[in-house]
Every structure is written in structure tokens, then in C-alpha cells.
């Protein structure tokens, strides 16, 4: 007992002797609600012995701001279990924008399904945010992946992207139905999936062709986002469009692709 004691002693001096100047430092302003201190989710793992004061902030501080910038920290920083207490804490925050945060930091310390992963699933087939959020969890095991696609809304599907191969064929589905909004969806979850454009902007192309300046306004948004998140092949491939006789299609791939 009393080298299990003393070796749980050693533990706790490690711990508390760990410390990062430059979180400490950011922490501070933070609480002030200094702006310098969103800093603080900017740092890497070489700040990770600052996690003990971060984990500490979370523990004294309840604000939203504070919890958000703390957990992107966590995840930044590659934080192990020893954040798991804080994060289940923050999993039950009442503001959505924390608990689906710190959802997605448990389920990328636990490195498996849980709770917190079927709730963001579920959210996001409903919430923009949390389906923003979803894209960044860590790859899914084949199981999980799996499971998740089978009754998967095509937002969620789109969120997971490679991932979910296996729904695919419920995408090419999706692809041919009557309502645009489905088929838009479709399209954005194929390119995802596939991480080939060529389908989607097909789509996209023959809707933008259209006078609905709300489409329009919507195939625009994909298309930047598209680029972002795969800028090579999305350019190469909206390129076919460059010309196009439909002078408000042609313009904004023009626009898009920088003249």
C-alpha cells in the first residue's frame, strides 16, 4: 500500500508541476475576455503541458466563450484521457455549441462510439453546425461506419464523407429524386463520400442554369466549399464550366476559379 501511495503521490506532483507559460498566459486574458486570449485555440501538442491549467479554467469558468476556446484547445493540443472529465462536464453544458464540441473532443479521446457520437450524429441531420462539426471527427472504424450509414440522413452521410462508402447506392438514389432540395444533398454527400466532383457538379451546373436566384444563390455557397476542402479536383473539374453558353452559370465559375 504504501508504494501504491507514494507512487500516486509522484503522479500528482507530475501533474500539477506541468505547466506552459504561454497558456497560462492566454488563459488569463480569456477570462478577461481579452480577444488576444482565442490565441489559445490556435496552440499545437508542443503546448500540451499547459492542459493541466486548461482543464482547471474549464472546471472554474462556465461561460460559453471560455468552455469553446479551452476544448478547441484540448483538441488542438491532442489531449488524452486525463480530459475526459472535463469533456463529459462540458457534453452536458446547456449551450449546444459546447456539448457538440466537447462531443466530438470525447469521442476523439475515447477513439470509439459512445454516446456523445451518437448524439452529434443525430444533431447534425438536423443542425448545420453540428453537421459542420461532424467533418471533423477522426477516421470510423469499418463497424462503426457502417452502422452509422445505414439509417444516416444525407447531411450526416455527406459529414462523414469516405468513410461511408457502403451508403452509396442510397446516394445514387437520392441522386435521381423528384425534390431538388433532396438532390442537392445528394450531390454534396457524393462528392464527399466519393471525393470525386464530377456527379455533383453536373448536378449543379444543369440547376444554376435555372432563374432561382436561392439556388443559385445555395449551389454557389457547395461550390466554395467544394473548393476549399478538395480545391485541386474541384477545379479541374468546374472548369468544364468556364465557358458555358448560360452567362450567369459561366460568370460565376469564372468568379469562383479567379477570372
Not at 486570449?37 to 490556435?42: I, K, S, V
Not at 499545437?44 to 471560455?66: C, K, Q, S, W, Y
Amino acid at each position: 500500500m504504501r508504494g501504491a501511495a507514494a507512487t500516486l503521490l509522484l503522479l500528482l506532483l507530475v501533474c500539477c508541476a506541468r505547466h506552459d507559460p504561454e497558456v497560462e498566459r492566454l488563459l488569463a486574458l480569456l477570462s478577461e475576455g481579452q480577444r488576444e486570449g482565442r490565441q489559445l485555440a490556435e496552440l499545437g501538442p508542443e503546448h500540451a503541458d499547459g492542459i493541466p491549467a486548461i482543464l482547471r479554467t474549464m472546471a472554474n469558468d462556465d461561460r460559453r466563450n471560455v468552455q469553446v476556446i479551452c476544448i478547441e484547445a484540448l483538441l488542438r493540443m491532442e489531449a488524452g484521457r486525463e480530459a475526459k472529465g472535463a469533456l463529459e462536464n462540458a457534453a452536458a453544458h446547456e449551450d449546444v455549441m459546447v456539448s457538440d464540441l466537447a462531443c466530438l473532443a470525447l469521442w476523439k479521446v475515447d477513439g470509439a462510439r459512445d454516446p456523445g457520437l451518437d448524439r452529434l450524429v443525430a444533431r447534425a441531420s438536423a443542425d448545420p453546425r453540428a453537421a459542420f462539426l461532424l467533418r471533423r471527427a477522426p477516421p470510423l472504424p469499418p463497424t462503426v461506419a457502417a452502422e452509422l450509414a445505414a439509417g444516416a440522413e444525407l447531411s450526416v452521410l455527406a459529414a462523414l464523407g469516405p468513410a461511408v462508402t457502403v451508403a452509396l447506392p442510397r446516394i445514387e438514389e437520392a441522386l435521381a429524386s423528384n425534390e431538388l432540395d433532396t438532390r442537392l444533398r445528394a450531390a454534396e454527400a457524393h462528392y464527399r463520400v466519393t471525393q470525386d466532383p464530377k456527379r455533383a457538379n453536373d448536378l449543379f451546373a444543369q440547376e444554376f442554369r435555372g432563374d432561382n436566384l436561392f439556388i443559385r444563390q445555395r449551389i454557389y455557397a457547395l461550390w466554395s466549399d467544394m473548393l476549399r476542402t478538395m480545391p485541386e479536383k474541384a477545379r479541374a473539374d468546374l472548369a468544364r464550366f468556364r465557358d458555358d453558353e448560360n452567362e450567369a452559370l459561366r460568370g460565376s465559375v469564372r468568379e469562383l476559379l479567379g477570372g
